[in-house]
């Protein structure tokens, strides 16, 4: 039964009974309670987290990026209960069901389209983020193989890219702190330079680090001919290497050196899909399409778990044999769930009904307005802005070259500031970002840089 955890037993008797048997994710347990409070949450309410005390705090980075509408949102909160009362979950090997195929020709009529290029046209399930990075990974080396292209075996990642925490999407990953303990497990990857604009030199914009990036991964091919299956990119921006974002010049000239070289291009937009990078889909402002598109997190509107990999035709088409082993035979569980699928439906259905992408645009205007006045502070030596995201970089002295010491530990000093004020943001390293669900309001906003500002002026001032 669910009880108030906080009323019956105290505040510490609640926060026992958690440690006695929780294990969090990404975190170090020692440090609770003493250097991370555990907060208790009951329940949600558009853009706020609300406390069994009635405590409200600011979700100011949508739940780890899941959120689009609002906490609680009724119409997906209904749809999902309409669901359960008639499907709640099928086998999808063999059996189909109405929300998998609506969602999927949904999901194809909105996927990013490129001139002249086939456009995507089936949809895998999965049933969370990594998974669907598995799920993509396997399908290009398995389709290599099918057509008697055994040599392709490499995938390119990017520097300061992430793609999850499975052994595979860890493989291509590039965040030391998540990936160098496992390394003897991995697969080998090959990593070429992020087109990060963080790395301009002075005097630099956005597109000489980008155009230094692609000439890089044009080496890299021309130093493993025939044998990449794939490069996978977050498009627009590498959200958990510190949101730092990148010039779409960049994507262009990736899809260029993989159809050159025969390579396929997998988009991971499962962080920067709807709506997020302020286009449906971050690819968009480059105007490709990849040959492979994983979907996740604000899929289902933030509630429940799936992902989506979007291939082409010709991908599909490469397992279609007499031999079951030339076939994806790749499956979850709760592959294409009907609730999670049901979710997602509804969620799609509020980008049209509120018209969700226009409003964003002046949602974002007035991100960026809030955010300008940051940029004097003595510690912040970037803010940048891609739709819906908004980053502070923190540094030492304000510049590029003078990171605080790890041990400082600003962003979480930064991240205990806000939150006693009232507002969730979690800092990765010393980069302060917002990403707010999309029905936040004037006065959250107004909040939201208030407490950023002070938690800023905080965490910086003795480190
Ligand atoms: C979060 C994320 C993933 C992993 O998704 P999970 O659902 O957390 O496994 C993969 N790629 C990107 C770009 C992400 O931001």
């Given at each position: 039964m669910l009880t108030d955890p906080a009323s019956t037993h105290g505040a510490a008797g609640w926060r026992d009974r958690d440690l006695a048997v929780l294990w969090h994710p990404?975190?170090?347990?020692?440090?609770?309670?003493?250097?991370l409070p555990l907060v208790p949450v009951e329940r949600g309410d558009g853009a706020w987290l609300v406390g069994y005390d009635g405590r409200r705090i600011l979700d100011g980075i949508s739940s780890w990026w899941t959120n689009l509408h609002g906490h609680a949102e009724p119409r997906i909160a209904g749809a999902i209960a309409r669901q359960a009362r008639t499907l709640e979950q099928v086998i999808l090997a063999g059996f189909s069901h109405a929300p998998a195929v609506e969602l999927a020709e949904r999901l194809l009529a909105i996927a990013p389209r490129q001139a002249g290029r086939a456009p995507l046209a089936k949809v895998f399930y999965a049933d969370n983020g990594s998974a669907g990075v598995e799920v993509a990974l396997k399908m290009a080396f398995h389709w290599f193989r099918n057509r008697g292209e055994p040599a392709r075996t490499k995938f390119v990642a990017l520097e300061n890219g992430y793609h999850g925490e499975t052994l595979g999407a860890l493989a291509v990953g590039d965040i030391p702190l998540y990936r160098r303990i496992y390394a003897p497990l991995l697969a080998e990857a090959l990593f070429a330079p992020s087109?990060?604009?963080?790395?301009?030199?002075?005097?630099?914009?956005?597109a000489q680090p980008a155009a230094r990036a692609a000439d890089a991964l044009a080496d890299l091919f021309d130093r493993h001919p025939g044998e990449v299956c794939a490069v996978i990119v977050e498009p627009r921006l590498q959200c958990a290497g510190g949101m730092r974002m990148h010039d779409p010049a960049y994507l262009r000239r990736v899809r260029e050196l993989c159809d050159a070289n025969g390579a396929l291009l997998i988009a991971d937009?499962?962080?920067?899909?709807?709506?997020?990078?302020?286009?449906?889909?971050?690819c968009e402002q480059a105007g490709i399409a990849p040959d492979l598109l994983c979907l996740s997190k604000g899929l289902t509107g933030g509630f429940l778990p799936l992902a989506a990999v979007l291939a082409t035709q010709a991908i599909y088409d490469g397992f279609l044999d007499d031999s079951r082993e030339r076939a994806f035979l790749h499956s979850h569980s709760y592959t294409g769930n009907p609730l999670a699928c049901a979710a997602a439906l509804a969620s799609l259905d509020i980008f049209d009904s509120d018209g969700v992408l226009e409003r964003n645009r002046g949602t974002a205007a007035r991100m960026a307005a809030l955010a300008a006045?940051?940029?004097?502070?003595?510690?912040?030596a970037d803010v940048r802005q891609a739709g819906m995201v908004v980053a502070f970089e923190l540094t030492r002295d304000g510049d590029r070259g003078t990171p605080f010491p790890a041990a400082a530990r600003v962003g979480l000093r930064a991240y205990r500031a806000a939150l006693e004020r009232g507002v969730l943001l979690r800092p990765l390293g010393d980069v302060l970002y917002w990403m707010p669900?999309?029905?936040?309001d004037d006065a959250q906003l107004e909040l939201l840089a208030t407490v950023t500002a002070e938690a800023i002026e905080e965490a910086t001032a003795c480190a």
């Open positions: 990404c975190t170090q347990m020692r440090e609770h309670p003493d250097v087109p990060d604009a963080w790395l301009a030199a002075p005097g630099e914009t956005a937009e499962i962080a920067t899909g709807f709506g997020r990078t302020g286009t449906m889909f971050a006045p940051l940029a004097a502070h003595l510690h912040v669900p999309y029905c936040v």
